[in-house]
């Protein structure tokens, strides 16, 4: 079995900052690219996709966040991080962790982490 695991929501004002990880554990192999996505409570809200990292630390990041966040990734800890700084009020989501992950046994399936409240007051 294979379990991400999320911390690091909570509430800030706006302009604050949070740091967001996810760890991956169970029979993984091998991790490709890590991601990010979001999911507002507005109703029809679809999940969008903040950041990615690849495996060899290839970032890439939606408009709305260049410049304020930063992902990044410690291979050895299959672990990902998100650093948020001058957060906004429409930065208010669940944040999901997502990995394409290899398991021992070759097959390979993406997986999600069970989301984190992030909560931006104005």
């Known amino acids: 079995q294979v379990q991400l695991v999320e911390s690091g929501g909570g509430l800030v004002q706006a302009g604050g900052s949070l740091r967001l990880s996810c760890a991956a554990s169970g029979n993984i192999l091998y991790i490709n690219t890590m991601a990010w996505y979001r999911q507002r409570q507005a109703p029809g809200n679809q999940r969008e996709l903040v950041a990615s990292i690849s495996s060899g630390g290839t970032a890439s990041y939606a408009d709305s966040v260049k410049g304020r966040f930063t992902i990044s990734r410690d291979n050895a800890k299959n672990t990902v991080y998100l650093q948020m700084n001058s957060l906004k009020p429409e930065d208010t989501a669940v944040y999901y962790c997502?990995?394409?992950?290899?398991?021992?046994?070759?097959?390979?399936?993406?997986?999600w982490g069970q989301g984190t409240q992030v909560t931006v007051s104005s």
């Open positions: 997502n990995a394409d992950i290899v398991r021992v046994g070759g097959r390979r399936m993406p997986y």
